[in-house]
């Protein structure tokens, strides 16, 4: 079992850039697949970003790609998500997720979720 904790959350101007963390405890945390999934008021939950448990392995949404990388740190049990050019259509509460058991573009499929980071962009 593993529990998240998101931070890096915040307010910034269209064009700007943001860095999500998210931290794991226990030491199962190197063994599990991860990912980032946003979720905007009214909206569902939208796959961003996941990388496989050793971090050599990322795929990114289309919506967010050539401006959002997802990378890990296994030694300080943390996922990241590096934000750059972020647009008015990107603000939504940030998830961390670990452990997918099918298709990890789902969010049902993840077994453990973080309480989530709130991004807001300014125009």
């Known amino acids: 079992q593993v529990q998240l904790v998101e931070s890096g959350g915040g307010l910034v101007q269209a064009g700007g850039s943001l860095r999500l963390s998210c931290a794991g405890s226990g030491r199962t945390f190197s063994s599990y697949d991860m990912g980032w999934f946003r979720q905007a008021p009214g909206k569902e939950r939208e796959f961003v970003a996941q990388i496989n448990w050793g971090g050599r392995h990322t795929v990114v949404g289309d919506s967010v790609k050539g401006r959002f990388a997802i990378s890990r740190d296994n030694a300080k049990n943390t996922l990241y998500l590096q934000m750059n050019s972020l647009k008015p259509e990107d603000p939504a509460v940030y998830y961390c997720?670990?452990?997918?058991?099918?298709?990890?573009?789902?969010?049902?499929?993840?077994?453990?979720w973080g309480k989530g980071t709130l991004v807001t962009v300014s125009s």
């Open positions: 997720a670990a452990d997918p058991q099918g298709d990890w573009r789902e969010p049902g499929v993840w077994r453990y």
